[in-house]
């Protein structure tokens, strides 16, 4: 598109600088031969003026009796006839033809010949008869000054015939130019349409295979969350299932193994045998049962799939301050309602890595969990430990931490959204929202009153204790 405009506007600027031009030196040589037509007529004017006026001088002279007279008068006239021939000189004709420069040489004869003439009769030889000045001016001076009027007329008469086959001539070639122009302009207009076609066929293609590839993006997208969604339903099979193993087969088999002992430990007793060793052994199995009961329900507790989130959580912090010895809180309403299985599962394990990140990487003392009432599904998970640069960890959208990475992918499966808050010295906290149109409760939800729900819950979870 840009190629495409530069080319468009380069045909514009050429056109136009090339009228321009063009106009510009029709019109300074119109101009010139215009002020050179002007400049020669008022030149010819001039030389005219100046020979009348020598003839009235000699006119005048003739008239005057006084002895003075015919001096003065020959004076006035060299003067006027050579500013004529002066004015003659400087004269330059719109053509320099040889028409034209035969023409002022004939006319400046004719004003050295009246120059004679004039002399002749103001200043006449000695025994030269006298004429009366009347028979004098008509029989001498009126033929060489009409003589001399005819030779200036002629050369004006050309000077005006050829400027005015210059201007004949300049309004042909004007005509010429403006066609030109005109089809100069037809070929800019017709170049800058197909400039445009092609830029707009180009620019098409380009945004016609722009969009094909946002669609495969999309699609990529797509599949990618898709695998991403089957995966995480994978693990999260899996982790129950290992879970489930490991508290039923495992768990069960040292239950097995205690209630051996403990009836090794009463025959011992009836035969008065030492029991300090089964003491031991015993200890130890208690150990691997609840090692087996804390592998299992950080894999997928029960607890979430039997009584929910609140329960779940509730027994998770319960092992973290037990086995941390931190400062741990959750606050949540009373009754809170089962929520659909994936977005349990979801917010539960927002909480674990959340949690986890706290004690590992924050060095947190006190964790702060709160599952605020409402229609919509609000989870604050909040520590005071030693933070970190939020916005350079989230740069480009693109969290650099592999936990970060899965909560992310959690939230937006079960079509919620996470925000990090987090600044260095100042703690950090996570938020998971999701709203309530697209949140519902699992069809499986405990029904009754919430005391009704509260007792079974007791009585569950002192099962799984």
Same mark, same amino acid.
């Given at each position: 598109?840009?190629v495409?405009?530069?080319?468009?506007l380069?045909? +514009?600027?050429?056109?136009?600088?090339?009228?321009?031009?063009?106009?510009?030196?029709?019109?300074?040589?119109?101009?010139?031969?215009?002020?050179?037509?002007?400049?020669?007529?008022?030149?010819?004017?001039?030389?005219?003026? @100046?020979?009348?006026?020598?003839?009235?001088? $000699?006119?005048?002279?003739l008239?005057?009796?006084?002895?003075t007279a015919?001096?003065?008068?020959?004076e006035?006239?060299?003067?006027?006839?050579?500013?004529?021939?002066?004015?003659?000189?400087?004269?330059?004709? $719109?053509?320099?033809?040889?028409?034209?420069?035969? /023409?002022?040489?004939?006319?400046?004869?004719?004003?050295?010949e009246?120059?004679?003439?004039? @002399?002749?009769?103001?200043?006449?030889?000695?025994?030269?008869?006298?004429?009366p000045?009347?028979?004098?001016? !008509? @029989?001498? $001076?009126?033929?060489?000054?009409? @003589?001399?009027m005819? $030779?200036?007329?002629?050369?004006?008469?050309?000077?005006?015939?050829?400027?005015v086959? =210059?201007?004949?001539?300049?309004?042909?070639?004007?005509?010429t130019t403006?066609?030109?122009?005109?089809?100069?302009?037809?070929?800019?207009?017709?170049?800058?349409?197909?400039?445009?076609?092609?830029?707009?066929r180009?620019?098409?293609r380009?945004?016609?295979?722009?969009?094909?590839?946002?669609?495969?993006?999309?699609?990529?997208?797509?599949? #990618?969350?898709?695998?991403?969604?089957?995966?995480?339903?994978?693990g999260?099979q899996? *982790?129950?299932?290992?879970?489930r193993?490991? =508290?039923?087969?495992?768990?069960?088999?040292?239950?097995a193994?205690?209630?051996?002992?403990?009836?090794?430990?009463?025959?011992?007793?009836?035969?008065?045998?030492? /029991?300090?060793?089964? &003491?031991?052994?015993?200890?130890?199995?208690? !150990?691997?049962?609840?090692?087996?009961?804390?592998?299992?329900?950080?894999?997928?507790?029960?607890?979430l799939?039997?009584?929910?989130?609140?329960?779940a959580?509730?027994?998770?912090?319960?092992?973290?301050?037990?086995?941390?010895?931190?400062?741990?809180?959750?606050?949540?309403? &009373?009754?809170?309602?089962?929520?659909?299985?994936?977005?349990?599962?979801?917010?539960?394990?927002?909480?674990?890595?959340?949690?986890?990140?706290?004690?590992?990487?924050?060095?947190?003392?006190?964790?702060?969990?709160?599952? =605020?009432p409402?229609?919509?599904?609000? #989870?604050?998970?909040?520590?005071?430990?030693?933070?970190?640069?939020?916005?350079?960890? +989230?740069?480009?959208?693109?969290?650099?931490?592999?936990?970060?990475?899965?909560? !992310?992918? !959690?939230?937006?499966?079960?079509?919620?959204?996470?925000?990090?808050?987090?600044?260095?010295?100042?703690?950090?906290?996570?938020? #998971?929202?999701? *709203?309530?149109?697209?949140?519902?409760?699992?069809?499986?939800?405990?029904?009754?009153? *919430?005391?009704?729900?509260?007792?079974?819950?007791?009585?569950?979870?002192? =099962?799984?204790?």
């Amino acid at each position: 598109m840009l190629v495409g405009f530069g080319l468009t506007l380069g045909i +514009w600027i050429a056109t136009g600088v090339y009228s321009t031009r063009r106009v510009a030196e029709l019109e300074s040589r119109a101009t010139a031969e215009a002020n050179s037509y002007i400049q020669g007529q008022q030149l010819l004017t001039s030389a005219r003026n @100046s020979v009348l006026v020598s003839s009235v001088y $000699v006119r005048d002279a003739l008239l005057d009796v006084s002895p003075t007279a015919r001096a003065q008068g020959l004076e006035r006239v060299n003067t006027a006839l050579t500013g004529a021939a002066q004015t003659l000189a400087a004269y330059v004709p $719109v053509v320099d033809s040889a028409a034209d420069q035969a /023409t002022v040489e004939r006319l400046r004869r004719e004003i050295t010949e009246l120059r004679g003439t004039l @002399s002749d009769i103001l200043q006449p030889a000695p025994g030269t008869a006298s004429m009366p000045a009347g028979s004098m001016l !008509r @029989s001498r $001076v009126t033929p060489k000054r009409e @003589s001399v009027m005819a $030779v200036a007329e002629e050369l004006a008469r050309l000077n005006r015939t050829a400027f005015v086959a =210059h201007q004949v001539e300049f309004a042909r070639i004007y005509r010429t130019t403006q066609a030109q122009l005109w089809q100069m302009m037809g070929l800019a207009i017709i170049a800058s349409f197909g400039v445009a076609a092609f830029s707009a066929r180009y620019a098409g293609r380009l945004e016609r295979q722009v969009r094909n590839q946002h669609e495969r993006d999309l699609e990529l997208q797509q599949d #990618l969350r898709r695998l991403s969604a089957r995966l995480t339903r994978v693990g999260e099979q899996e *982790r129950r299932a290992l879970a489930r193993e490991l =508290h039923d087969d495992i768990g069960q088999m040292i239950s097995a193994i205690r209630v051996e002992l403990s009836l090794a430990e009463r025959s011992l007793n009836d035969t008065h045998g030492a /029991t300090g060793v089964l &003491d031991d052994v015993r200890s130890i199995a208690d !150990r691997a049962l609840q090692s087996v009961r804390d592998l299992s329900h950080l894999l997928h507790p029960a607890m979430l799939d039997d009584l929910g989130l609140v329960p779940a959580t509730t027994w998770f912090l319960k092992g973290i301050r037990r086995r941390h010895q931190l400062e741990v809180e959750f606050h949540h309403p &009373d009754g809170f309602d089962r929520l659909l299985p994936e977005l349990e599962t979801a917010a539960y394990r927002v909480v674990q890595e959340s949690v986890s990140n706290a004690i590992k990487h924050a060095r947190a003392t006190r964790i702060s969990v709160t599952l =605020h009432p409402g229609a919509d599904l609000r #989870l604050t998970i909040e520590d005071n430990g030693v933070g970190f640069d939020a916005e350079r960890r +989230w740069a480009g959208g693109v969290p650099s931490g592999l936990g970060l990475v899965s909560m !992310r992918e !959690r939230a937006t499966q079960a079509g919620g959204s996470l925000t990090i808050e987090s600044t260095p010295g100042a703690g950090t906290r996570i938020s #998971l929202h999701r *709203r309530a149109e697209t949140a519902g409760l699992a069809a499986g939800t405990v029904s009754g009153d *919430r005391g009704a729900r509260a007792d079974m819950g007791r009585i569950v979870e002192a =099962h799984y204790e």
